[in-house]
């Protein structure tokens, strides 16, 4: 018991308690403090102990199950658990799931009502179809009664996967109606192709930095991981072939256009150069196609499933940037050799994806309607990424670098002299102004002086008003100027 003493929760951090509690126990598991099979002390007594509520202590508990560093046994109490530690231990340094799925919790980012969110990538409902996809929800509980709420085939329904075939056609992918297989999100996607392809100890090579959702999937697996810089024009491939040679990965996960988080595209070459790398040594590659129809400027966003003569590469497509994030609809475009595989993995996962929101965003696709939402979205996003540019470059101080993206919704900075943005988060977001600090984006947590800026969640006033505070900040921060006057700004209405 003397070893909970040395655990001191700080009220006045910025962190949750629970946060502070479960971070300190996870300490102690690492670090042998609490051994296999020990008894954490009960949530009243631990409540009791810390000074804090039973519900921090149920959620800090709660965490450490999620990522295996206890156990309930139910009457009896919760326990200790290595096996997460014995994963971290034998797969040495590139991989620390402890460390990512810590990351993926931290990474929740509170969003108050009144405040500016640059932090969020995802649209904001005033921007979702509701009363368009109203209709069609009710056409389809007309037309197909129900059946509409039966089991929907595993690989999705029939008439949406035709629909979609029509679709990336246009993006110059012609595939077979067989291939299109209908998943419940992109992340489902890309935790289907990590349980079809990976088994534990394999290798995956991902950009650095690179999205988060993705490191955690991989590392679900029990998958190493590899990470490679990014260059402005993508990958280095000479590093690239080095690293295959090294590791003989079984996957490269990569966001061809407008990654996350950095915006960069791939050139035409590379992604030519990069599909034949991968072909040479027999390495799958997931290409994430989160947001490529946003684009604005750019006249090189071809995919690169659309020369995948080899059958090598996995396309997984989101609608969540470009339509609505809690419908949980995506599909996948796969290798034929694949198709198996990646039914089985569907089926232990959710069996099928909902047939109700599948007939309906087959009716609403068919109706052209997508068109026109569509294009009222490149509208929307395209007058906010000018308006985003444009503040760039009359607020933010020199010194600060930026990549700036032709298309999609991020922003990609780099404070100088390793100014950290997690500390300057802290001060940004008591003017109600909220970004992601670029340590989110690395596996290894580290490169504090990058962050990102989205303009999904931001409406025009918003970023005039949200950069202004942001640069002021950055501006006092990093030439050590006085406080800014809080007092002084306008705060926006939602
Ligand atoms: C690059 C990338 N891939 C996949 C996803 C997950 O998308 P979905 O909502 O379709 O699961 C996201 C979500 O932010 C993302 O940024």
Redesign the pocket.
């Known amino acids: 018991m003397e070893s909970y003493e040395n655990i001191h929760l700080n009220k006045r951090e910025g962190q949750h308690l629970y946060i502070q509690l479960y971070k300190a126990i996870k300490e102690m598991v690492l670090g042998d403090v609490l051994k296999e099979g020990d008894r954490l002390p009960p949530v009243r007594k631990m409540s009791k102990m810390m000074e804090v509520n039973n519900v921090t202590v149920v959620k800090a508990y709660e965490i450490l199950e999620q990522e295996g560093l206890v156990y309930k046994k139910i009457g009896s109490g919760t326990y200790v658990s290595h096996r997460e530690k014995e994963i971290k231990d034998n797969l040495g340094e590139e991989v620390d799931s402890n460390k990512k799925i810590t990351l993926m919790e931290q990474g929740q980012i509170k969003i108050e009502e009144n405040m500016i969110n640059f932090a969020s ?2 649209p904001s409902a005033e921007l979702f179809p509701v009363e368009d996809f109203k209709k069609v929800l009710n056409e389809v509980l007309d037309r197909d009664k129900g059946y509409a709420f039966g089991y929907q085939e595993g690989q999705g329904y029939y008439p949406l996967r035709q629909i979609l075939g029509e679709y990336v056609a246009q993006y110059g992918i012609n595939t077979e109606i067989d291939n299109i297989q209908i ?8 935790d289907l192709v990590s349980k079809a392809l990976l088994s534990y100890g394999d290798y995956v090579i991902i950009e650095s930095p690179s ?1 988060t ?2 490191m955690a999937a991989f590392q679900s697996r029990g998958a190493k991981i590899i990470d490679i810089p990014l260059q402005e024009d993508g990958l280095n491939l000479d590093i690239l072939e080095k690293k295959i040679q090294a590791y003989n990965p079984k996957l490269l996960y990569i ?1 061809p256009n407008f ?2 988080p950095t915006g960069i595209s791939y050139t035409q070459e590379k992604k030519e150069k990069l599909l034949e790398l991968c072909s040479k040594y027999g390495v799958y590659i997931m290409e ?1 196609d ?2 490529s129809e946003l684009n604005y400027y750019s006249e090189d966003i071809g995919n690169l499933k659309q020369m995948d003569d080899e059958e090598i590469v996995v396309y ?1 497509k ?4 470009i339509f609505m ?1 809690g419908l ?3 599909f996948m475009v796969i290798p034929g050799n694949l198709h198996g595989r990646l039914l089985r993995a569907k089926h232990t996962s959710d069996i099928s994806t909902s047939g109700l929101l599948q007939r309906a965003l087959e009716l609403y696709l068919k109706r052209g309607t997508w068109q026109e939402h569509l294009r009222y979205m490149e509208k929307k996003y395209q007058e906010r990424f000018d308006k985003m540019n444009d503040c760039i470059q009359r607020y933010m101080p020199t010194g600060v670098e930026v990549i700036k993206p032709k298309g999609g919704v991020n922003f990609w900075f780099k404070l100088p002299n390793n100014y950290s943005s997690q500390t300057l988060y802290e001060k940004v977001v008591k003017d109600n102004v909220v970004f992601a600090p670029g340590n989110l984006f690395y596996l290894d947590n580290q490169h504090g002086e990058y962050f990102r800026l989205s303009i999904a969640a931001v409406n025009l006033i918003e970023i005039e008003t949200g950069m202004k505070i942001l640069c002021r900040h950055i501006d006092s921060y990093i030439n050590n100027q006085e406080p800014i006057n809080r007092g002084s700004f306008i705060k926006p209405i939602l």
Do not use: E
Not at 183 to 190: C, D, F, K, R
Not at 318 to 321: A, L, M, V
């Open positions: 990538a995802t998943i419940s999100g992109a992340q489902q996607g890309i999205y959702g993705a966001m990654q996350n994430d989160y947001l997984v989101s609608f969540s940037k994030p949980r609809l995506g």
